[in-house]
């Protein structure tokens, strides 16, 4: 069986960096200075689950308010939450208020 509790706290440190920078719109700045965008409404291609794979190496869904392993998405046990000020940032940007970071879904 696949041990999570590295991976977990992999993301988690992640996205805890992410929070750090204090708002949506920091963390619109840190993504787009490190030139990582996404597609809107695409639990895997969204800025933040793309980060967290440069950041990781880990490939995640993020789901407004949870994230989790697509390998364990199915289980609840899976799901973990995303800090509130990220969700803030994934809302907006599904929202189009980061129109830079958008890119066109390619199918």
Known sequence: M????SPVRDVTDALGKLAALGSPNQ?????AERGIGGMQYRTRQCP???YV??????????????????E????ASGYRPVPAVVTAF???FDNGDY???IQPYTG
Do not use: K
């Not at 696949?2 to 509790?5: G, I, P, S, T």
């Open 2 to 5: 696949f041990d999570l509790d």
């Open 27 to 31: 963390i619109a700045d840190h993504l």
């Open 48 to 50: 933040v689950a793309r």
């Open 53 to 70: 794979d440069v950041a990781t190496g880990w490939r995640v869904n993020v789901i407004n308010t949870v994230w989790s392993f697509p």
């Open 72 to 75: 364990v998405t199915h289980m």
């Open 90 to 92: 994934v809302c907006g």
């Open 99 to 101: 129109p830079h970071l």
